[in-house]
């Protein structure tokens, strides 16, 4: 047998296994906690001016007003999984900063 009536059959061959392999149903995907926004509807800041999350350095002291709200916040682990989930780049979501989320994501990312 010559090397291109080899690599014919064996193509043959692989394809056929392909074609009788067996498809598990597609499963509907369940939405994720952090997809459903009705935790915002309980969240402590509704009333409150937004420009308080969103503060205009680094510097830590400024988000103390937020991290304070979020300190009494019912939603506040559903907020900081939103903002996990999502990759939130500005604001305090959840009583915590963007630096502080990056290293969440990395600590979650050495456990995993």
């Known amino acids: ?6 690599s ?3 193509v043959t061959v692989w394809s056929r296994a392909a074609k009788a392999e067996i498809v598990p149903p597609i499963q509907p995907v369940k939405e ?3 997809m459903n926004p009705t935790w915002r509807k309980r969240a402590a800041f509704t009333g409150i001016d937004s420009d308080i ?10 988000a103390d007003e937020a991290k304070a709200i979020c300190a009494v916040c019912p939603v506040s682990t ?3 999984e939103h903002a996990l989930a999502f990759r939130e780049k ?6 915590t900063t963007e630096r502080e989320r990056r290293r969440i994501h990395r600590q979650r990312r050495k456990t995993a």
């Open 1 to 6: 047998m010559w090397d291109h009536e080899r």
């Open 8 to 10: 014919a059959v064996a």
């Open 32 to 34: 994720p906690p952090t």
């Open 53 to 62: 999350f969103y503060p205009t350095s680094e510097d830590e002291a400024e």
């Open 78 to 80: 559903a907020c900081l």
């Open 90 to 95: 500005e604001g305090i979501w959840g009583g």
